[in-house]
């Protein structure tokens, strides 16, 4: 028979569980009061909450597709492979490309990234993808009728450039 000793779940928070569940108890509390106090303005809340909700709900979606997609794909070999000490010029070239390819908030981004800096992540391209998280495909073009194509090829090679300077003097500082 297989018995846990203790809490050796990673997912389960420091509290045993018990965090969530006073923070729920808390909101259901208020709310109470607010009933009590003002059914009106209660019920106006819980419109507000139920529509935050659903504003949210894509995000959370996000949120999971990313990590489903990370488990699936995002082994420890191939993090290693191509973003690992070994990965050289094609891990800064990597990291450049998908953090300007990827799309979406960075903190959907961030869990799947602590993710991969647990499989061998190297901190230099972290900081290289987030950098050029900075280049929206999208805005070019915004970027090109306001400032000129000039200024919009400059300042995108200048964000590439220093993202590899920011890389460099992560994996200085952090030692990593």
């Given at each position: 028979?297989?018995?846990?000793?203790?809490?050796?779940?990673?997912?389960?928070?420091?509290?045993?569980?018990?965090?969530?569940?006073?923070?729920?108890?808390?909101?259901?509390?208020?709310?109470l009061i607010a009933f009590l106090v003002n059914s009106?303005?209660?019920?106006?809340?819980?419109?507000?909450?139920?529509?935050?909700?659903?504003?949210?709900?894509?995000?959370?979606?996000?949120?999971?597709?990313?990590?489903?997609?990370?488990?699936?794909?995002l082994t420890p070999e191939r993090v290693k492979k191509?973003?690992?000490?070994?990965?050289?010029?094609?891990?800064?070239?990597?990291?450049?490309?998908?953090?300007?390819?990827?799309?979406?908030?960075?903190?959907?981004?961030?869990?799947?990234?602590?993710?991969?800096?647990?499989?061998?992540?190297?901190?230099?391209?972290?900081?290289?993808?987030?950098?050029?998280?900075?280049?929206?495909?999208?805005?070019?073009?915004?970027?090109?009728?306001?400032?000129?194509?000039?200024?919009?090829?400059?300042?995108?090679?200048?964000?590439?450039?220093?993202?590899?300077?920011?890389?460099?003097?992560?994996?200085?500082?952090?030692?990593?």
């Amino acid at each position: 028979m297989n018995q846990r000793k203790g809490n050796d779940n990673k997912f389960q928070n420091k509290t045993g569980g018990k965090g969530v569940q006073k923070f729920w108890l808390a909101v259901l509390s208020i709310y109470l009061i607010a009933f009590l106090v003002n059914s009106d303005l209660a019920w106006r809340g819980l419109e507000v909450t139920g529509q935050t909700l659903l504003k949210i709900l894509p995000i959370i979606l996000l949120i999971f597709g990313i990590m489903v997609l990370s488990n699936l794909f995002l082994t420890p070999e191939r993090v290693k492979k191509h973003f690992g000490h070994e990965a050289g010029w094609k891990g800064w070239l990597y990291a450049i490309l998908f953090g300007i390819l990827v799309a979406g908030p960075p903190y959907a981004l961030y869990p799947m990234l602590k993710q991969m800096k647990e499989q061998g992540l190297k901190t230099n391209y972290l900081a290289a993808f987030l950098y050029n998280r900075n280049v929206k495909i999208p805005l070019i073009p915004a970027m090109v009728y306001y400032f000129g194509w000039q200024f919009a090829i400059i300042m995108t090679i200048l964000v590439i450039f220093f993202s590899i300077i920011s890389g460099v003097m992560m994996e200085k500082i952090t030692g990593e």
